[in-house]
């Protein structure tokens, strides 16, 4: 039996880790965490009885707490709460579904209580990876990647000898943008931006790929996980969203893991890596497929990928701007308070006006994400 905790449990990725519980008599909840989406973590509470859970907003907690008042289980909130989950002595894998910065002080603190992380939380080494992967070494702790793309990174990896990479192949679809000009983006609407043409996912990570931010975001992670250069990892979109990514060596040899777009697959792999475990679901078939092709980034017209290599190669704390820029853009856009081609300019604007911190701690880190945060609302 392997015991797991999940932040970020009512969200895309956060539901589809319980699926895989769900089929697997072999893992048990020990813990979950939500935003506020109280009704489904109910639900969740109920089904699969985990021994506490935090709610990030407090009034929503207190709600709960009364909800659930007939079930034995603890109801936390808040950091302390979040921090709380994630180092219970009986867990053995943190699932970190949770989106925003508010990962980094779970995941560091998980760390140090020697659980291995299941990382689906991309700012957690976009802003502080110089700090997580040292601190992972030292405690012994595998930080065991969700994300299809690292995923499929990290499995062409697999019994072969890290020093021999020549280059990191990351795959994208493209976002349903893809081959669309300047001109054609000026226009479009939120409800264009959040129809993914291959994968169901959140709006925020939705609103990422058609900006190809989350490519971006995907290449600063790759970085610190796989301890590579920047000129060593390429972006190719490959449309059908096949290969999930490659991996190229010193040889000329390249691996790859293909498969349909599920994210259960990652998921699984992660919760029982090494071991592979049967997963339903449907199979490729290569005579229908019949082709998958391969296409260069547009950099010029999606910005969103040069402004993640400007910012990682700047280093210290402007990936903290660019996350945090990012971000509040993208709530502005799902609000309708901005257009999508103003999701470009906040960034830059934030970059261009930050002053670089080098190795920054994590309370510099998070320091930079509220002025961040101040200088979009004191001009948009």
Same mark, same amino acid.
């Given at each position: 039996?392997?015991?797991?905790?999940?932040?970020?449990?009512?969200?895309?990725?956060?539901?589809?880790?319980? $699926?895989?519980?769900?089929?697997?008599?072999?893992?048990?909840?020990?813990?979950?965490?939500?935003?506020?989406?109280?009704?489904?973590?109910?639900?969740?509470?109920? $089904?699969?009885?985990?021994?506490?859970?935090?709610?990030?907003?407090?009034?929503?907690?207190?709600?709960?707490?009364?909800?659930?008042?007939?079930?034995?289980?603890?109801?936390?909130?808040?950091?302390?709460?979040?921090?709380?989950?994630?180092?219970?002595?009986?867990?053995?894998?943190?699932?970190?579904?949770?989106?925003?910065?508010?990962?980094?002080?779970?995941?560091?603190?998980?760390?140090?209580?020697?659980?291995?992380? #299941?990382?689906?939380?991309?700012?957690?080494?976009?802003?502080?990876?110089?700090?997580?992967?040292?601190?992972?070494?030292?405690?012994?702790?595998?930080?065991?990647?969700?994300?299809?793309?690292?995923?499929?990174?990290?499995?062409?990896?697999?019994?072969?000898?890290?020093?021999?990479?020549?280059?990191?192949?990351?795959?994208?679809?493209?976002?349903?943008?893809?081959?669309?000009?300047?001109?054609?983006?000026?226009?479009?609407?939120?409800?264009?931006?959040?129809?993914?043409?291959?994968?169901?996912?959140?709006?925020?990570?939705?609103?990422?790929?058609?900006?190809?931010?989350?490519?971006?975001?995907?290449?600063?992670?790759?970085?610190?996980?796989?301890?590579?250069?920047?000129?060593?990892?390429?972006?190719?979109?490959?449309?059908?969203?096949?290969?999930?990514?490659?991996?190229?060596?010193?040889?000329?040899?390249?691996?790859?893991?293909?498969?349909?777009?599920?994210?259960?697959?990652?998921?699984?792999? #992660?919760?029982?890596?090494?071991?592979?475990?049967?997963?339903?679901?449907?199979?490729?078939?290569?005579?229908?497929?019949?082709?998958?092709?391969?296409?260069?980034?547009?950099?010029?017209?999606?910005?969103?990928?040069?402004?993640?290599?400007?910012?990682?190669?700047?280093?210290?704390?402007?990936?903290?701007?660019?996350?945090?820029?990012?971000?509040?853009?993208?709530?502005?856009?799902?609000?309708?308070?901005?257009?999508?081609?103003?999701?470009?300019?906040?960034?830059?604007?934030?970059?261009?006006?930050?002053?670089?911190?080098?190795?920054?701690?994590?309370?510099?880190?998070?320091?930079?994400?509220?002025?961040?945060?101040?200088?979009?609302?004191?001009?948009?």
């Amino acid at each position: 039996m392997k015991t797991i905790a999940v932040l970020g449990s009512t969200g895309s990725i956060g539901t589809q880790t319980l $699926e895989v519980v769900r089929e697997n008599n072999d893992l048990q909840v020990a813990a979950l965490a939500a935003g506020s989406n109280i009704v489904l973590l109910e639900k969740q509470i109920r $089904e699969f009885a985990p021994k506490a859970v935090a709610v990030w907003d407090e009034k929503s907690a207190s709600e709960l707490k009364e909800s659930v008042k007939d079930l034995d289980v603890k109801v936390v909130s808040g950091m302390e709460g979040l921090i709380e989950i994630s180092t219970l002595p009986e867990v053995e894998i943190l699932v970190t579904a949770i989106v925003g910065m508010i990962g980094i002080l779970p995941t560091i603190e998980a760390i140090k209580a020697k659980k291995d992380i #299941a990382l689906a939380n991309k700012e957690t080494l976009v802003t502080a990876g110089h700090i997580i992967m040292p601190l992972a070494k030292e405690c012994g702790v595998r930080i065991l990647p969700v994300d299809s793309e690292h995923s499929a990174i990290f499995q062409s990896l697999n019994g072969e000898n890290p020093k021999r990479i020549g280059k990191i192949l990351l795959t994208a679809s493209g976002g349903p943008f893809r081959g669309k000009t300047k001109s054609f983006l000026e226009k479009v609407r939120l409800e264009d931006a959040l129809k993914h043409p291959n994968w169901a996912m959140g709006q925020k990570i939705t609103i990422d790929s058609a900006t190809l931010v989350n490519k971006g975001l995907e290449v600063m992670e790759a970085k610190w996980l796989f301890g590579v250069d920047l000129d060593k990892i390429q972006v190719v979109i490959q449309p059908q969203s096949i290969i999930h990514s490659m991996v190229e060596y010193v040889d000329g040899a390249i691996m790859a893991e293909l498969g349909t777009p599920d994210m259960k697959l990652p998921i699984q792999y #992660a919760l029982y890596y090494p071991d592979r475990k049967y997963l339903g679901g449907e199979r490729l078939d290569f005579w229908k497929l019949s082709q998958i092709t391969f296409e260069k980034p547009d950099m010029d017209t999606f910005l969103g990928l040069p402004l993640a290599f400007q910012a990682s190669k700047a280093g210290g704390s402007m990936p903290t701007v660019f996350n945090a820029a990012n971000e509040r853009a993208v709530s502005k856009f799902l609000h309708k308070e901005i257009r999508f081609l103003d999701i470009y300019d906040i960034i830059m604007y934030c970059m261009e006006e930050h002053k670089t911190i080098q190795n920054p701690t994590v309370e510099e880190i998070l320091a930079t994400e509220q002025a961040t945060y101040e200088l979009i609302e004191s001009r948009w």
